[in-house]
């Protein structure tokens, strides 16, 4: 069995304990790709990444589709992937592409922007959204606004800090007022190449289930 094949086998566990079978979302990724981030996209540990949440994509997606946006002071909307191309993707459509900005520094909310504008007027629809969004720390203030402004919206943001920032912007995302439901979550993974996949699926759906519950009694989303 393919290890693909056995992670979807593990996030299929997941969504039976967290009682999220049969829920459909679309997944996004969301890298970060600032200057601190060039070790961990030049030894696997980023495309290790990639294939582990496009598992998630192939148990909640109708499409098995994971989309895909890295950032750091600019932001590139990359193409989607898929079990098909799965392999190698981040050498070939980020490391190996020129006019990807690359290892600069933060600059969260242009990307989040576009992440809206994709699933809220691109192509909108009120299907829930799960935006796993990486980050090895620096994240800048204007984040709140973004993320109280997009409370309407049906996404979901699952920010998962990496490495030893003290992330103090996103560590206060559980407090943040204003907003019409809690859309954001936080959880900080040292070394993400040394947590187990049933470990991560397990983070990353964790506040999930409760967010959907909150968006569908404020009809965000409709079921």
């Known amino acids: 069995m393919s290890t693909i094949d056995l992670r979807k086998k593990l996030v299929q566990l997941t969504l039976e304990k967290k009682k999220l079978t049969g829920v459909v979302a679309r997944?996004?990724?969301?890298?970060?790709?600032?200057?601190?981030?060039?070790?961990?996209?030049?030894?696997?540990?980023?495309?290790?990444?990639?294939?582990?949440?496009?598992?998630?994509?192939?148990?909640?997606?109708?499409?098995?589709?994971?989309?895909?946006?890295?950032?750091?002071?600019?932001?590139?909307?990359?193409?989607?992937?898929?079990?098909?191309?799965?392999?190698?993707?981040?050498?070939?459509?980020?490391?190996?592409?020129?006019?990807?900005?690359?290892?600069?520094?933060?600059?969260?909310?242009?990307?989040?922007?576009?992440?809206?504008?994709?699933?809220?007027?691109?192509?909108?629809?009120?299907?829930?959204?799960?935006?796993?969004?990486?980050?090895?720390?620096?994240?800048?203030?204007?984040?709140?606004?973004?993320?109280?402004?997009s409370s309407v919206q049906p996404i979901f943001w699952q920010f998962v800090g990496i490495g030893q920032s003290d992330f103090e912007v996103l560590k206060k995302l559980n407090t943040m007022e204003g907003r019409v439901v809690d859309n954001a979550n936080f959880v900080h993974l040292d070394d993400i190449a040394a947590v187990s996949d049933e470990a991560l699926y397990d983070q990353l759906l964790n506040e999930f289930p409760s967010w959907l519950q909150a968006a569908k009694a404020k009809r965000i989303i409709r079921s």
């Open 27 to 149: 997944v996004g990724i969301v890298l970060d790709i600032t200057g601190s981030m060039q070790t961990l996209y030049r030894n696997g540990t980023v495309q290790e990444v990639v294939e582990r949440i496009l598992a998630v994509a192939c148990k909640f997606d109708d499409n098995a589709t994971l989309d895909v946006w890295v950032y750091d002071n600019h932001f590139s909307r990359l193409p989607s992937v898929t079990e098909r191309d799965f392999s190698d993707y981040v050498h070939r459509q980020i490391l190996n592409d020129p006019q990807i900005h690359k290892f600069g520094r933060n600059n969260e909310p242009p990307v989040m922007e576009d992440v809206i504008r994709k699933y809220t007027e691109e192509d909108p629809s009120s299907t829930p959204v799960l935006i796993i969004f990486i980050n090895d720390g620096g994240v800048v203030k204007p984040i709140k606004k973004v993320l109280t402004a």
